[in-house]
């Protein structure tokens, strides 16, 4: 393996060349978000990237943050490091049942979380971020029904925070967020009884109780900048310590480890290594390629999401 110093130098001429721009997500290794042009929430990526000139996207995330990188950029190539950078949530809500759905209820109006492929961002009727969920919910006339999808956990949060009871939730997970258990929680709560609590709303409701700050990952590390207190326990993907050492260093974080591997990474984010990114600017490869007319109706319901500022 070559040195991670000429890795580094081969990126960046390769950034270059292709006129790239690099974009990180808040849960890649430490290695690459030092890299990146910017860092930041898949949504918050994909309309940062507008804001550059050049040819190429390299998408440091899993393969549907890409997808609306390329819907929201169309005419500019994006790539990603590793093709099998998937999300369980992706998985868990195939188009085909989304189609299924709408014959069945024509009469529900479908509220689609940001972690959704890009075939079901097109069937929906507008999308919606962990930060701004309880906000698209809200806008939408309280008589109308909702499929709201496809994290059961963000929709059960949403549901609450709205007091909407004409809500069908999605039953999909995120195999981070919903793997962390309450009694965990509550252990290192008392391990730490100064430090106070942020979650994210992917998280189960129980761990959600014990919070005493639920917001997305780019609200969480704002957040945690601007609480007084100097002991912060973190119940999201620990990739976002990198972000939080540069804007609280004089804080002490925990992260909470998930049921499933006692720690709290994201196996689909871990996938991208600076290998990966140096071969997918040098061969442009993996590429995402949409159809058009897939990609007009996929920017819609963004669109819709958007106006709600």
């Known amino acids: 393996m070559a040195a991670v110093g000429t890795i580094t130098e081969e990126i960046l001429e390769l950034k270059r060349d292709r006129r790239a721009v690099l974009l990180a997500h808040h849960y890649q290794e430490r290695e690459i978000q030092e890299l990146a042009d910017v860092i930041g929430d898949s949504l918050e990526l994909a309309r940062k990237a507008q804001e550059f000139e050049g040819d190429v996207i390299a998408f440091c995330g899993v393969w549907f943050m890409a997808e609306t990188a390329k819907i929201l950029n169309p005419q500019r190539i994006v790539v990603v490091p590793d093709r099998e950078a998937g999300c369980s949530l992706v998985d868990s809500c195939p188009v085909e049942q989304v189609r299924a759905f709408r014959s069945r209820h024509p009469e529900y109006a479908v509220v689609s979380y940001i972690n959704t492929s890009a075939a079901v961002k097109a069937e929906s009727d507008i999308l919606c971020t962990s930060r701004n969920a309880v906000k698209v919910v809200q806008s939408i006339p309280a008589g109308k029904p909702i499929l709201f999808l496809p994290d059961i956990n963000l929709g059960t949060y949403v549901k609450q925070q709205t007091g909407r009871e004409n809500i069908k939730i999605w039953q999909g997970a995120c195999i981070v967020h919903a793997t962390f258990a309450a009694?965990?929680?509550?252990?290192?709560?008392?391990?730490?009884?100064?430090?106070?609590?942020?979650?994210?709303?992917?998280?189960?409701?129980?761990?959600?109780?014990?919070?005493?700050?639920?917001?997305?990952?780019?609200?969480?590390?704002?957040?945690?900048?601007?609480?007084?207190?100097?002991?912060?326990?973190?119940?999201?993907?620990?990739?976002?310590?990198?972000?939080?050492?540069?804007?609280?260093?004089?804080?002490?974080?925990?992260?909470?480890?998930?049921?499933?591997?006692?720690?709290?990474?994201?196996p689909y984010m871990k996938r991208n290594t600076l290998e990966k990114l140096r071969d997918c600017l040098r061969d442009l490869q993996p590429r995402v390629e949409l159809p058009e007319e897939l990609m007009e109706r996929a920017r819609l319901p963004v669109e819709r999401m958007l106006a709600l500022g």
């Open 183 to 266: 009694r965990r929680l509550a252990a290192l709560r008392t391990e730490h009884p100064a430090a106070l609590v942020a979650a994210h709303p992917e998280c189960p409701r129980d761990v959600l109780s014990q919070a005493d700050f639920i917001g997305s990952t780019s609200a969480i590390i704002s957040w945690c900048a601007q609480a007084p207190a100097r002991e912060i326990i973190v119940v999201t993907e620990s990739g976002v310590q990198y972000s939080l050492g540069k804007m609280s260093p004089d804080k002490q974080f925990y992260f909470l480890a998930n049921e499933n591997c006692n720690c709290s990474e994201c």
